[in-house]
């Protein structure tokens, strides 16, 4: 698994955009092909989740979009995604209420992510629930892994958004926008 300072790999992936439900609204493709240099001059917060259609991870994804707003002041993209493909990843938001018109990317991995960064897990080949924080230059600045069946803090991985952009010392639960050493 990559850690921080690794630099991103190179990657492909195909994402449904924010906002879209349907593969073409008004004429527009839902699908965008992002790699790592898209979003040029952003901060990426990449979180990966094992499947579509599951319990947990609409959750966390739910949570990443209350906060999408936040992000984006902060100047960063956030991108959830697994290995399921696009079209998947929109009747999801289609089918489950808390997804529809969802305000971030939701990326399809055909492997060139989850497997360059390092986590998919070999039992179950899907997606470990793994979220990394990537500077404006592509370098890894957090990596976070929890175990298939446990959802993560989205509001923690903001925390540390907002802690690693102060480029200061900053204590043990710091609060966003909260003092530094």
């Not at 997606?127 to 929890?146: M, W």
Request: proline share 5%.
């Amino acid at each position: 698994m990559l850690t921080v300072g690794d630099k991103l790999p190179d990657f492909s992936v195909v994402a449904a955009k924010p906002k879209f439900n349907m593969p073409e609204e008004n004429g527009e493709s839902a699908f965008e092909t992002v790699t790592q240099d898209s979003f040029t001059g952003k901060w990426k917060i990449i979180f990966f989740y094992p499947k579509d259609f599951t319990f947990v991870c609409p959750t966390e994804i739910v949570e990443f979009a209350k906060l999408n707003e936040e992000f984006a002041d902060r100047d960063a993209v956030v991108l959830g995604g697994s290995t399921d493909n696009e079209f998947v990843k929109l009747a999801w938001r289609r089918e489950h209420p808390d997804l529809d018109r969802l305000n971030q990317y939701s990326f399809a991995d055909n492997g060139s992510l989850v497997d360059g960064l390092g986590v998919r897990d070999k039992e179950e080949n899907v997606a470990l629930r793994a979220t990394f924080v990537v500077d404006p230059h592509n370098v890894i600045q957090h990596v976070s892994v929890n175990n298939l069946n446990v959802g993560r803090n989205p509001a923690e991985i903001l925390r540390i958004l907002d802690g690693l952009q102060t480029d200061e010392l900053c204590p043990c639960n710091r609060a966003v926008g909260g003092d530094t050493l």
